[in-house]
């Protein structure tokens, strides 16, 4: 089944403990993207990826960092969070270009700092 | 900054009956795709419709058609025939600079009344 998974589904953690929020996809996309959702402010991205070694910040990438070794991995990190980044957090994932072509996303990451 | 404005947070249909969600955006891109998501209370990101800006003709998906104007950037969605199942969060997107990134609206919230 084509899909998009991210673990963990849930987090809870304390400020400034480092953490890593997986994402993988198994349709061989090119494009892959990080989003955060929070009340009344729609989708943010904060990083994409429009290949291996590719990657760019989006619009919110403060306190964020991502890599991107692999074509299907997409991992985000958050080395030293803060509660400002309390979140649900989607990952998503394109065959190439994000404005050309449907994104398909994984299930969300629900993320409290306390 | 590209931008999407949903300008109706909230909105309300009976069962049966037909809405339309309005959505303007900004792109200076000339050949792009435009989208329609529905996130239900699960969370999940789901593609409801997608419309390519260089076809005149709106697209449509069973009971959801969109209304695309290209030369004012209107891009609403109807939803006809309205069921329970539809009530949800609805998020248009439209690519943001050089089709690298995707810009969501902040959602309209459709509420469906048996």
């Known amino acids: 089944e084509a899909q998009v998974t991210q673990n963990p589904r849930y987090l809870i953690t304390v400020t400034g403990k480092k953490l890593t929020v997986t994402c993988s996809q198994n349709m061989n996309h090119e494009y892959m993207s990080w989003y955060r959702q929070d009340p009344g402010l729609g989708l943010r991205q904060i990083y994409y990826?429009?290949?291996?070694?590719?990657?760019d910040k989006g619009d919110v990438p403060e306190g964020y960092k991502v890599s991107r070794k692999e074509k299907r991995n997409f991992p985000l990190i958050l080395e030293s969070p803060s509660p400002n980044q309390t979140s649900l957090y989607f990952c998503?994932?394109?065959?190439?270009?994000?404005?050309?072509?449907?994104?398909?996303f994984g299930p969300g990451t629900r993320l409290l700092v306390l | 900054a590209q931008t999407v404005t949903q300008s109706q947070p909230e909105m309300s249909v009976q069962e049966a009956e037909t809405v339309t969600l309005s959505c303007t955006y900004d792109t200076s891109e000339s050949d792009y795709y435009l989208f329609w998501y529905k996130q239900p209370p699960s969370r999940q990101m789901i593609l409801v419709i997608r419309q390519e800006a260089y076809k005149q003709q709106n697209a449509t998906e069973n009971r959801f058609s969109v209304n695309f104007q290209k030369a004012a950037k209107s891009f609403s969605l109807k939803i006809s025939d309205s069921q329970l199942g539809d009530a949800a969060m609805y998020f248009c997107?439209?690519?943001?600079?050089?089709?690298?990134?995707?810009?969501f609206g902040k959602g309209t919230k459709l509420s469906v009344i048996p």
């Open positions: 990826s429009m290949n291996v070694e590719v990657t």
């Open positions: 997107a439209s690519p943001g600079a050089g089709s690298y990134q995707l810009t």
């Open positions: 998503a994932s394109s065959l190439r270009l994000a404005g050309k072509q449907t994104q398909y």
